[in-house]
């Protein structure tokens, strides 16, 4: 399965292409989608969250083919993991595959909730103006 890839479904219908550059997540968001869309419980989902297997190289292969097959569609990090949460700041993880899509001149939507750790790679979403960056606030709170 290629790391760039085309949602399947409703996904579809916010982002044409995606790359999820983690399997789990550490964020243990009460209202995250993605444990049972992975069918995986949530406790497995939010214990051990990892980066893809081999992502890298994988991803320069797809980022390359996209580039030369001129793709123009935006790629969403991440549908089912966030590209910021906090095993990131010890892999960075995300900007090594910002760094990589921008050298193809790839459009990139990060969505995340990870934060001030996203402020860090501002400089490589900079580089395109197509390129678009979104947080997610979550609160419990209901006032």
Same mark, same amino acid.
């Given at each position: 399965?290629?790391i760039?890839?085309?949602? =399947?479904?409703?996904a579809?219908e916010?982002s044409?292409?995606? %790359?999820?550059?983690?399997?789990g997540c550490?964020h243990? %968001?009460? &209202? %995250?989608?993605?444990?049972?869309a992975? /069918?995986?419980?949530r406790?497995?989902? /939010?214990?051990s969250? =990892?980066?893809?297997?081999d992502?890298?190289s994988?991803l320069? *292969?797809?980022?390359?083919k996209?580039?030369?097959?001129g793709?123009t ?7 089912? &993991? *966030?590209a910021y949460?906090?095993i990131? =700041?010890?892999t ?6 910002l760094e990589?899509?921008?050298r /193809?001149?790839?459009? !990139?939507t !990060?969505?995340t ?5 996203a %402020?860090r *790679?501002?400089?490589?979403l ?7 960056f979104?947080?997610t606030l979550?609160?419990? *709170?209901s006032?």
């Amino acid at each position: 399965m290629p790391i760039i890839y085309e949602p =399947a479904g409703k996904a579809r219908e916010y982002s044409p292409l995606a %790359c999820n550059l983690y399997r789990g997540c550490g964020h243990r %968001c009460l &209202s %995250c989608y993605a444990p049972s869309a992975l /069918h995986m419980t949530r406790e497995s989902f /939010h214990a051990s969250p =990892a980066p893809r297997i081999d992502l890298l190289s994988q991803l320069r *292969d797809d980022a390359a083919k996209a580039e030369a097959r001129g793709e123009t569609r935006e790629i969403l990090l991440s549908f089912t &993991s *966030d590209a910021y949460q906090p095993i990131d =700041a010890e892999t960075k993880l995300a900007r090594k595959a910002l760094e990589i899509l921008t050298r /193809h001149h790839l459009t !990139v939507t !990060v969505l995340t909730k990870g934060g001030t750790r996203a %402020c860090r *790679d501002f400089d490589l979403l900079a580089r395109n103006p197509k390129n678009a960056f979104a947080t997610t606030l979550t609160t419990l *709170d209901s006032a």
